[in-house]
């Protein structure tokens, strides 16, 4: 429910998360797509931020007390920073870019110690399949918007 309300909050733009367009904004001749892809990208990171809440409950009810610390702490931490990039980049404050950073270092560590730890066999096939479908794919999503300089004048929002 709350990633739905998320996704579909009204604004200027009309709610999708395309890239396509030509208009300009404020008249100085920049696409007005910019905005609209922020928008999306700052849904995705606040959507996948809180898909990650009921997997903080997933493991630490199914793994060993000592594990499940440290990964629902891991974990948790990644889920702030990709909440807290998402909410920023859709509110098209600048100051997403930290948090965005945060989370690139978070999910590659996350990456790189599930394979790490990963058993031989489907486990192993598990941490790469999340490492090469969502972890890396998104950690290079947060890199990119972390080191992106701003465009525009301050205050535009795109």
């Known amino acids: 429910m709350a990633m739905a ?3 579909f909050t009204p604004g200027a733009d009309d709610g999708c998360c ?4 030509t208009g300009t904004a404020l008249g100085i001749g920049r696409p007005a ?6 928008r999306c990208q700052g849904r995705v990171l606040a959507a996948c931020g809180l898909a990650l809440l009921p997997w903080l409950g997933y493991l630490a009810g199914t793994l060993p007390p000592a594990e499940a610390a440290a990964w629902v702490a891991l974990d948790a931490l990644e889920a702030a920073a990709l909440l807290t990039a998402g909410t920023r980049l859709l509110r098209a404050d600048p100051r997403h870019r930290a948090p965005a ?3 690139a270092v978070l999910l590659v560590a996350d ?11 489907p486990e ?4 790469v ?3 090469v ?8 999503l947060c890199a990119r918007l972390a080191v992106r300089p701003p465009r525009g004048p301050v205050g535009d929002g795109r």
């Not at 990456?111 to 066999?121: K, V």
């Not at 192993?124 to 941490?127: F, I, K, T, Y």
């Open 129 to 131: 399949a999340m490492a």
């Open 18 to 21: 395309a890239t396509t367009g």
């Open 133 to 140: 479908a969502a972890e890396l794919p998104l950690a290079a």
């Open 111 to 121: 990456a790189c110690l599930d394979l790490a730890t990963a058993a031989a066999g």
């Open 5 to 7: 309300l998320l996704a």
């Open 101 to 103: 950073a945060a989370a």
């Open 33 to 38: 797509r910019h905005g609209r892809a922020r």
């Open 124 to 127: 192993l096939v598990a941490a």
